[in-house]
């Protein structure tokens, strides 16, 4: 018998509450399916559905389903119709007596059953297997794959299901999306025991249920590394985007034992950018999501250690150690450390913005909600390069693009290939001194309130989605009293802490500080963090094997 590559994980489910009959049902299939498929016998027909929802969270196949018809509590035609809303595609056989015939012929009609066999069904050659081939080729000839993957159910405008996916597909966790008003999604929650109202619900390949999980429990439940596994370190990088990952693999590949911590997921800001032009070696572009997943296996590959969904929420100097502090309470120390904390797109400042974020209001690029966007009107908020990119992207499947700027053009803050690429689009159209004065919607985003700057005339469009890309804050708050920074919270570093020709009031070293290292000895920021930076990819990833450089003469001199 031919087999698909999921046959492995196919099963064939026997109940039957006799425990003779039992036995002898699931001996006889063994005997002839066995290689092929995984035999699966209950007592009962409330046991035999644990085990079918079992089966459907783990996202295994169930081919056929063969029930006594006599049990108590739960006869088999009781069974069968609610093995059905479990597994609608699995066939279904009725084991009979020959009293029974009545019974077995009304049920083709209660629970479209596939087939009935009178007991005793030997010898199985003649009266058992030829009816399973029949079945078994009937089945294999539909569309049944398995999805041994974490499935994700939860609803368009849920705000955490939104995070959830994006959390998932940004950590390069395969899943897949089923909406909970949906006849598969309403299985999988049934099976889970949930009632739908708190979502998402995420099932991780192995059948664990999880309603609603926190970033830190998602990603201990899908397989990344959430616990360092030493106390002690050469380096910790704190940050995975650009600059974060280069310190990592140049920090690793020279031999320093490294942990890199991000709080949510490698990549950053470029991480979430659908296309990156005007990267070094990459003449035909490359995703954000590309370039951070060969830049983390890069890092692995040398040996560096990546903690996922840890936030940091603070620095001390012990001594020639320096101790980052988890939020959980728990804390490392290394030699050095890096700051490459990045950035993050600030806050829409309009009226509903903040009930609406998740549910028609994004902040980057949110690619997983690229394909609610066929066919309807986007409006993307900001003019530099991440916005003409996200632009781009989204004007492939989109109605219509319609940038919003603050300023007078895009030439001031967005790079010239893509202003180019933007005039030759025909769905993209850019409304310049534009802003947002409020959002509206109950559930999700229905509209949006536009102004203009210079006549102050407003006007109310209909939006189901907008992607919002303004301006950079700096994630240092948490380094307040340790590390000196500039008024808009980004750290200063080298040069700029000696601009009056001294080393700042708490510095104790004979020589002034390194190009890239803080007012704290042994503690470096590369990338946008830092004041003044290039807020490019290219010299992010410079600067963070630069500050590994640095991190090595340090060393040599302590």
Known sequence: MAQGTDAARTVILTVDDDPGVSRAVARDLRRRYG??????????????????????????????????????????????????????GARRVLLTAYADTNAAIDAINVVDLDHYLLKPWDPPEEKLYPVLDDLLDAWRATDHRAVPITKVVGHRWSARSSDV???????????????????????LLACAGADGQRLPLVITADGTALVEPEDADLAAQVGLATTPTADFYDLVVIGGGPAGLGAAVYGASEGLRT????RSATGGQAGQSSRIENYLGFPDGVSGAQLTDRARRQASKFGAEILTAREVTGL?????????????????????????????????????????????????SALTEAAGCQGQDVYIVGGANSAGQAAMYLARGAKSVTLLVRGSSLSASMSHYLIEQITASPNISVRTGTVVDAAHGSDHLEQLTLRDLASGHTELVDAQWVFVFIGAAPLTDWLDGTVLRDQRGFII???????????????????????????????????DARAESAKRVASAVGEGAMAVMLVHRYLEQS
């Open 165 to 187: 996916r994006e959390f998932l597909a940004r950590n390069q966790v395969p899943y897949r999306w089923y909406s909970s008003d949906e006849p598969e999604g309403r299985r």
């Open 35 to 88: 290689e092929s498929y995984r035999i699966v016998r209950a007592e009962s027909g409330e046991s035999a559905l644990d085990a079918l929802r079992e089966l459907k969270l783990r996202g295994d196949l169930v081919a056929v389903i063969l029930a006594d018809y006599r049990m108590p509590q739960m006869n088999g035609i009781e069974f069968l119709e609610q093995a059905l809303d479990v597994y609608p």
């Open 259 to 262: 942990v890199l911590v991000e």
């Open 493 to 527: 570093a080298g040069p700029d802490l000696t601009a009056d020709g001294r080393p700042p009031a708490d510095w104790q070293l004979d020589r002034p500080p390194y190009h890239l290292e803080t007012n704290v000895p042994g503690v470096f920021v590369a990338g």
């Open 316 to 364: 001390e100097v012990n001594g020639a150690a320096r101790t980052v502090r988890f939020s959980d309470g728990s804390a490392i120390a290394a030699h050095c450390v890096i700051l490459a904390t990045g950035v993050s797109y600030r806050q829409l400042q309009a009226p509903g913005a903040e009930e609406l974020t998740g549910r028609g209001v994004f902040y980057g």
